[in-house]
């Protein structure tokens, strides 16, 4: 089992809906939570981050936690062609100060 | 206020070259962590700087090695290239007293030949 997983993917959404991209982790001890997003050929850049379970809204993006379930996902409402990237989730594990990555979903918007 | 920096952006080497990235973290950051991305996966981490020190590191092999300055500017060298060496580097600084978010620079590109 990987340690982060994610739907590879492409996630095609219309734009204007909300994109909804999901991501399990395995270590119960993981405490922070990371949601970058990544255009083609460039680095990753941070967009959200969630340390408690519930919501966290930031403009048009939401971050959800549910620790019990061991899962974090992202929210992205009325969703603009410019949001079309590859969405990585990061966990960061107690004791830890690496982030453990998942592969990334793909996600485009299709005008 | 200036982000975190990479030199240089693009490098193609030969196996059995050695090469050295470097890294200048934000403003205010004290610590500097390297991942390695390879095509289509997510980054991996080679290993964390602060203060001078390697604090923690993944499951690379020893030819992986790194160097944090007094100005938090960091290093990372690899010896003895080999094909699989060929991705993105990237670089991320983050303040450690404070919150976990890790900061990426631009990554430099890794060719090897």
């Known amino acids: 089992q990987k340690e982060v997983e994610q739907n590879s993917g492409p996630l095609s959404v219309p734009e204007g809906a909300i994109a909804s991209l999901n991501c399990t982790y395995s270590?119960?001890?993981?405490?922070?939570f990371f949601w970058y997003r990544q255009y083609s050929g460039k680095s990753p850049e941070l967009i959200m981050s969630?340390?408690?379970?519930g919501d966290k809204e930031d403009g048009r993006f939401t971050a959800q936690l549910n620790k019990a379930s061991q899962y974090v996902s992202l929210l992205i409402r009325d969703s603009q062609p410019s949001d079309s990237a590859t969405y990585l989730c990061a966990v960061r594990n107690f004791g830890n100060e690496k982030l453990t990555f998942g592969t990334g979903t793909r996600l485009t918007i299709i005008p | 206020d200036a982000g975190v920096t990479q030199s240089p952006t693009h490098l193609i080497k030969t196996r059995g070259q050695q090469v050295t990235l470097r890294c200048s973290p934000k403003s205010g950051h004290d610590t500097v962590s390297w991942y390695q991305q390879a095509l289509g996966q997510g980054p991996q981490f080679i290993f964390q700087y602060y203060e001078e020190e390697e604090r923690q590191r993944g499951n690379f092999p020893d030819r992986f090695s790194g160097h944090q300055f007094p100005n938090y500017s960091s290093e990372l060298n690899v010896n003895a290239l080999l094909l699989g060496d060929s991705a993105l580097y990237l670089c991320?600084?983050?303040?450690?007293?404070?919150?976990?978010?890790?900061?990426f620079g631009p990554g430099t590109r890794l060719t090897v030949t």
């Open positions: 991320a600084s983050s303040f450690r007293l404070s919150s976990y978010e890790q900061y």
């Open positions: 969630i340390y408690s379970n």
């Open positions: 270590d119960r001890g993981s405490q922070s």
